[in-house]
């Protein structure tokens, strides 16, 4: 109330204090102010200088949007965001007056925020902040890492993480996938299906290549109400650069380790007539190796033993090159016809010493190059992801580009 030393002494006395009234409120908030209205007893409360999102108190934060601080006066020294048992790392802007979390936080986790800074005036500032993420409806999981963890592989190796579950949000998981290099060389994600997404280089690895990926999926969102229930960990080291060359009208294969070249021997490819016994070309990948392998003609849908193409047979040193049942194997009965004439059902046949040599060689992600049959091998055969050209292969990533 205003206090007046007497009564009113005229109309313009009076209209004076009206405007007196009306400065009190005067603005267009909901109040009578765009913001607080002002209190008679004393100076409206300073904001704060550091704000910290998510707020205190929050019960369902969204994982994937983080903690962000930031200093609405001065600059930020540190800050420590803890949850889990575990600090989440973040990063700090040129500018020091932001810092972001750089991963998604855990779902169903409780977390601290302690910040430190320094106002305009020089004198420290601080704040600190409690909440919790969310519990989400459903949850995805990485399923497999290939190669093994430490596994030492071909040059032509990639790096396949395969989920237990579709992925909607594609961009936001293949963001979650950090690849560490030795050596840095240009390499794309490509998503193969809805539930598997392929790292490979745009040429092959260099030997002593070593590969980490530390996948940072806790709490990604991959579709609505769909979040990372955990992350996961892989790598491999590439050993020496092995590339053979089979050629199959000159029934030739030559085996280079690091471009030399090492042995040259003649084998038996596929002898044709069919689609279903025609050697693929292309660039192969050795997928695998078993000693014996037992092969049977019904991977053609042949199973009656009086069919006149029926087999089973039980294969020494047998390297797989791709998923439609093509090895590289020992085939002691077709000996004279190696170096000479294609006659299996479409396998690189060769002698019984050569193929131990090959077996105990090989590494999964050895390149094999076949050449010089009508028929190619597919992109989505096996390993075949080196038919894809590079620019078609970094279109089939969400975000279209090399990893950083």
Known sequence: MLHSPGPWRSLAALAAAVLALAACGGGDGPDGGS???ARADGPAATPAAIVIKPVTGAARARPDRGVTVTARRGVLKQVVVRGGGAVAPG??????RTWRTRWALRPGTSYTVTAAGTGEDGAPTAATGRFTTLRPAAAFRIADITPQPGETVGVGMPLIVTFDRPIADRAAVERALEVRMSRRVPAAWS????RQVVLRPRRYWPSGQRVTLLAHTAGVRSAPGVYGADGATGGFRVG???ISVVDVRRHRMTVRVNGTRVRTVGISAGKGGTRAYTTTSGVHLTMGKGDPVVMTSGWMGVKDENDPRYYKLKV???VQISSSGEYVHSAP????QQGRANVSHGCVNASPAFA?????QTQRGDVVVVTGTDRSLEWYNGWGY???PWSSWMAGGALKKPIR
């Open 35 to 37: 913001g607080a209205p």
């Open 91 to 96: 990063r700090l802007s040129a500018d020091r």
């Open 386 to 388: 080196w038919q894809m």
């Open 333 to 336: 009965w077709s000996v004279r």
């Open 356 to 360: 131990e040599w090959f077996y105990g």
């Open 191 to 194: 998503w193969t299906d809805p």
């Open 316 to 318: 020494r040193h047998a």
């Open 240 to 242: 020496p650069s092995r």
